[in-house]
């Protein structure tokens, strides 16, 4: 009898859990877009809210909403993270997002700071622990060419090496990855519409800085 007993527990735990591990996030809160679980859902009427709400929303009646979302809304509120508010940032576009950091920064109009940054990986530059100080850099005119020279973009590499070791960490240009991220900042973003393609300066920088 106990031996059924304890079956009977087992196979309700591991239905449970089964039931537990299938719940998913997969319903958007109306107002700010974020994905919900079940219990973060809220009902709210939103013909009732017609002078905080746009009106694809106030025809929709019923809107589910995030916790946060309703409380603001019941207190005639518009919640800061409001889809219409346009705070949400847009997506990298596939020009940019693979950009390195040296590659960021030959596109970079601008050098406004320096970074002072405290290395604990043996071959890396990219793990920082501790503190990151900021010091300001006078900008003295905008770059009307890109991309820049290595002098004029500010880079100061430093690379470990050791007696018993050759290698070395290795910093890759890609320039027709350079080229096509400048060729989409020029058509789409209105700060480089001036800007003069100039790749003749920056074709003496080595493929492996």
Known sequence: MQQANQACRDITNEQSFEAAINI?????CAVCKRSL??????????????????EELVALGTITTCSRCSNNIRKRKIPTTAYWNKMMPAEVPP?????????????SR????????????RFSQNWCKGQVILFAKDVVEIAEQLPLTPNQAGLVLVVESLENLSCSKEFVVDMQRLNRA???LISNNHLYSDVQVHFETTLNIPHIL
């Open 182 to 184: 400048l060729t989409w």
């Open 37 to 54: 679980y079940p219990q973060q859902r809220s009902n709210l009427r939103a013909n009732m809210y017609s002078i905080l709400l746009p």
């Open 95 to 107: 020009e940019l997002v693979n950009l390195t950091s040296v590659e960021e920064r030959f596109l």
């Open 110 to 121: 601008i050098v406004p700071f320096l970074k002072i940054v405290k290395l604990n990986n």
């Open 24 to 28: 998913f996030a997969d319903v958007p």
